[in-house]
């Protein structure tokens, strides 16, 4: 017995026992805060120098005036906290170890208060109180430094790339049991810092709009459904535990509440709307005389050969190829597909259905060494077009064979007829505030203004009437010029 408990004494002495004041207890973790703040810098200077920060003085003083208010009423007020606006139109936000919050722009814009903000903000201060990107891998693993840092310190100069940060928990969410403890955490702050934690249900409730907007758009359009936000990313509705934990915070007098509507309208005037002109998709290849548009993976070589359009990895680990040949009269896409490729049927095969565009997919049912893996075909006009996904070295391993192919279908999918804003930089569109009379309803604003097929329902999103209701007269809406 005493042996274990000195084997236990030196285990903790050796991976750094520290007591979390957030949690109230110590954490078994393999980074001290020293660590933890230099690998948040690291990534936070990579990130910034490879990802578009919003150029507006007066919102990120805004931003970052609010999100002290927040660190200082946490658990780890001493911490140095920083706080930005990434210049992307997705509705996220997340943070890095060691002090560093992201807010995208995008997720302002539906913003209604500056609770609301403050609700995001102090979520996300919370999961950096409580350690999660450090507790997440360690009780993963139980592994070395060397093992945390590889998911946790994409771009950081010890191991991993920038690139990848985009898939880690800090942007997509730590799950159920931690994104409640930020959720619990993130709610006393708003309690301590004057705003009212309730808040924090309405931005979960507009999250879910979006979330119920894009599922009915992928419907319509025949793609599959994008979750892109982390923030609150594991709340149903009408979540109850989350409502216990915002209840638990407190209940601030009427008179004593921070929300501030008008003043988060000041600051947020004009903000820039959807697609900035800075903005653009690198990896979006656009072919004029032949007038469509193809999204590669991030970061790939594509060149235009005199047979073929070939995108290759940076590793050349793999290749998705486009071929263009006349279509064959009335031949449905499948046999179409199979008659190509001279195969009589072809395994987890469907059929595909975008931007008014008529396809198939599947994978053959032999292959080898210079056969591709995944293959589709879609008709445009009088031609169709062949895309071909192609892994360069074979692997039986089942989790990397279905990376690659969810990475050659969202190519696929991508396929659509070149858009006049693919040639030409759209103008600027921004968020201006005006007051609704008797007759404003959202149907006869989206009318005048040029946001796209679903203007109606991204007004109603903006405004927090989705997907029924109009404003009142007098009432302050939000609309795009």
């Known amino acids: 017995m005493l042996n274990k408990i000195i084997a236990a004494v030196l285990l903790t ?9 957030a949690t109230n207890r110590p954490d078994l973790v393999l980074m001290s805060e020293e660590k933890e703040i230099k690998i948040g810098r690291e990534m936070h200077e990579k990130l910034v120098a490879s990802t578009p920060i919003y150029n507006d003085p007066i919102l990120n003083a805004y931003v ?15 911490l140095t906290y920083h706080f ?12 890095l170890p060691g002090g560093y919050v992201y807010i995208n722009r995008g997720l302002l814009t539906y ?4 609770a609301e903000m403050a609700a995001v903000l102090a979520h996300e201060v919370g999961h950096i ?8 891998k360690t009780a993963a693993t139980g592994a070395g430094v060397a093992s945390v840092l590889s998911v946790l310190v994409t771009g950081s100069g010890v191991v991993g790339d920038v690139a990848n940060l985009w898939s880690t928990a800090a942007v997509k969410g730590y799950g159920r049991d931690m994104e409640l403890e930020a959720d619990r955490f993130g709610a006393q702050y708003m309690y301590n810092a004057g705003y009212d934690p309730q808040s924090m249900i309405n931005v979960i409730a507009l999250l879910k709009d979006q979330e119920t907007f894009a599922r009915r758009r992928a419907r319509v359009e025949g793609k599959k459904q994008q979750t892109y936000h982390g923030v609150f990313s594991s709340h149903p509705r009408n979540d109850i535990r989350l409502r216990e934990v915002v209840e638990a915070a407190g209940q601030l007098p009427e008179d004593k509440k921070i929300t501030k509507v008008e003043y988060y309208r000041e600051k947020t005037e004009g903000i820039v709307y959807g697609q900035n002109a800075q903005e653009s998709e690198k990896n979006r290849f656009n072919h004029q005389s032949l007038g469509f548009s193809l999204l590669f993976p991030e970061g790939w070589n594509v060149e235009n050969q005199r047979s073929a359009i070939v995108g290759t990895a940076p590793d050349k680990s793999a290749t998705i190829t486009i071929k263009v040949a006349k279509r064959d009269g009335n031949q449905p896409a499948d046999m179409a597909l199979r008659g190509v490729y001279d195969v009589r049927s072809l395994e987890q095969d469907e059929a595909l259905s975008q931007y008014r565009l008529e396809g198939h997919t599947g994978k053959l049912p ?6 591709p893996d995944r293959v589709a075909v879609l008709f445009y006009g009088s031609r169709q077009y062949i895309l071909e996904g192609k892994v360069a070295t074979p692997t039986d391993d089942e989790k990397t064979v279905a990376e690659y192919d969810d990475l050659f279908m969202t190519s ?10 693919d040639v030409v930089k759209p103008d600027i569109k921004r968020v201006r505030y005006v007051q609704a009379n008797d007759k404003t309803t959202f149907s006869s604003l989206a009318r005048h203004m040029e946001i796209g097929e679903y203007a109606e329902e991204q007004l109603r999103l903006l405004n927090g009437y989705y997907p029924r209701g109009e404003p009142k007269p007098g009432e302050w809406i939000k609309i795009v010029q």
């Open 64 to 78: 970052e005036h609010v999100g002290q208010k927040i660190a200082r009423a946490s658990d780890r007020p001493d």
């Open 111 to 114: 913003l209604q208060s500056e």
């Open 84 to 95: 930005t606006i990434i210049d992307s139109q997705d509705i996220n936000a997340f943070a």
């Open 13 to 21: 002495t050796a991976v750094g026992c520290a007591f979390n004041p």
């Open 366 to 371: 032999e292959r080898n060494a210079e056969s």
């Open 129 to 136: 109180t409580a350690r999660h990107a450090v507790r997440q």
């Open 412 to 421: 696929i999918r991508s396929f659509r007829p070149l858009r006049k804003t």
